[in-house]
């Protein structure tokens, strides 16, 4: 909040006023000098001119009285200048205070901003991590999941490989395929056709199995 003014704002200076009027704009007609002619010796008829001051002491008395007046009224005036400007001088150093106080609330507020702005940036980059360590994990998870189950998935091709490859032998041993080698057997193919030079073997070429000698 603003200090308190130690002045008032409107200070008691009135306007000085032009002295025109009566007897002061009629001096000419009340104070002049009127030419004179002195005889000063008859029998020679010689004559001197001479200035005859007029004056009325009544119309003078009221010029004095109202330049002592006017006079009065410019010393208060200029008193009151002078209050003036004791109230501007109080006014620049009560602005100056604020300035300085401004100044130091501005400087309190930047560094507040600073401090603020330090821990937003904190709390972003460690939220920022929590998240890529979050979705690392989840990326963790599923791969393991995903290779478990290509593992699995593997086992069990595997071993469904194992069945067919056993089912295959059992049944080229009951239809007398002893000679036939396993490595020429394809995966996942069941068939009891094989490729040979002069074409697949027909149910008349096969060739039956020796007897075992004893």
Same mark, same amino acid.
């Given at each position: 909040?603003?200090?308190?003014?130690?002045?008032?704002?409107?200070?008691?200076?009135? /306007?000085?006023?032009?002295? @025109?009027? =009566?007897?002061?704009?009629?001096?000419?007609?009340?104070? +002049?000098?009127?030419?004179?002619?002195?005889?000063? #010796?008859?029998?020679?008829? /010689?004559?001197?001119?001479?200035?005859?001051?007029?004056?009325?002491?009544? +119309?003078?008395? %009221? @010029?004095?009285?109202? $330049?002592?007046?006017? !006079?009065?009224?410019?010393? *208060?005036?200029?008193?009151?200048?002078?209050?003036?400007?004791?109230?501007?001088?109080?006014? !620049?150093?009560?602005?100056?205070?604020?300035?300085?106080?401004?100044?130091?609330? +501005?400087?309190?507020? #930047?560094?507040?901003?600073?401090?603020? $702005?330090?821990?937003?940036?904190?709390?972003? &980059? &460690?939220?920022?991590?929590?998240? #890529?360590?979050?979705?690392?994990?989840?990326?963790?998870?599923?791969?393991?999941?995903? *290779?478990?189950?290509?593992?699995?998935?593997?086992?069990?091709?595997?071993? %469904?490989?194992?069945? =067919?490859? /056993?089912?295959?032998?059992?049944?080229? $041993?009951?239809?007398? +395929?002893?000679? %036939?080698?396993?490595?020429?057997?394809?995966?996942?193919?069941?068939?009891?056709?094989?490729?040979?030079?002069?074409?697949?073997?027909?149910?008349?070429?096969?060739?039956?199995?020796?007897?075992?000698?004893?």
């Amino acid at each position: 909040m603003p200090l308190p003014f130690p002045f008032p704002l409107t200070p008691k200076l009135r /306007k000085i006023k032009k002295l @025109v009027r =009566d007897p002061l704009a009629s001096i000419r007609k009340w104070c +002049y000098d009127k030419k004179k002619t002195i005889t000063t #010796d008859p029998l020679k008829n /010689k004559k001197k001119i001479t200035k005859e001051l007029k004056l009325n002491g009544t +119309y003078l008395q %009221r @010029v004095i009285t109202l $330049i002592s007046n006017k !006079v009065d009224e410019i010393i *208060d005036h200029l008193n009151g200048i002078e209050d003036l400007e004791r109230m501007i001088i109080a006014e !620049v150093k009560q602005r100056q205070q604020e300035n300085i106080r401004i100044e130091k609330e +501005y400087k309190e507020a #930047d560094k507040e901003l600073e401090e603020l $702005i330090k821990r937003e940036i904190a709390f972003e &980059r &460690r939220a920022r991590e929590n998240a #890529d360590r979050q979705l690392e994990n989840r990326l963790t998870i599923k791969i393991d999941n995903l *290779d478990r189950k290509l593992t699995n998935l593997i086992e069990e091709l595997s071993e %469904r490989h194992d069945l =067919d490859l /056993k089912k295959h032998r059992a049944e080229t $041993i009951k239809s007398g +395929y002893t000679n %036939r080698p396993i490595h020429n057997i394809r995966r996942g193919n069941n068939t009891n056709q094989e490729t040979r030079k002069g074409g697949p073997l027909s149910s008349q070429r096969r060739t039956k199995p020796k007897p075992q000698k004893k």
